[in-house]
Nanobody
Framework: QVQLVESGGGLVQAGGSLRLSCAASGSIFRWLAMSWFRQAPGKEREFVAAITWGINNIRYVDSVKGRFTISRDNAKSTVYLQMNSLKDEDTAVYYC????????????????WGKGTLVTVSS
């Protein structure tokens, strides 16, 4: 069983930065692909970024390429999302997910989810 807890969300001005963290419990963490999804008000959940356990495969949605960086520390069982040059459209609840065998963009491929952390970008 894997439990995921996100942190690091908050209110930031456009152009600013935030770093989200997702702490995982459960010994199988290091075998799992990890990802970040987000859901903006009134919109469907959207894939943001994913990383394999061996950090040899990373994927981003086009809208965040060059601005967001996903990383993981297997020793700490934690995955991070560094978000720079934030825009209004990045406002959303960000969810950490785990369990896919690869860097899937499909939410149903992930068996474990956190409760989310809210990121609000003000202009």
């Amino acid at each position: 069983q894997v439990q995921l807890v996100e942190s690091g969300g908050g209110l930031v001005q456009a152009g600013g930065s935030l770093r989200l963290s997702c702490a995982a419990s459960g010994s199988i963490f290091r075998w799992l692909a990890m990802s970040w999804f987000r859901q903006a008000p009134g919109k469907e959940r959207e894939f943001v970024a994913a990383i394999t356990w061996g950090i040899n495969n990373i994927r981003y949605v086009d809208s965040v390429k060059g601005r967001f960086t996903i990383s993981r520390d297997n020793a700490k069982s934690t995955v991070y999302l560094q978000m720079n040059s934030l825009k209004d459209e990045d406002t959303a609840v960000y969810y950490c997910a785990a369990g896919a065998a690869r860097t899937s963009v499909v939410g149903t491929d992930y068996g474990y989810w956190g409760k989310g952390t809210l990121v609000t970008v003000s202009s």
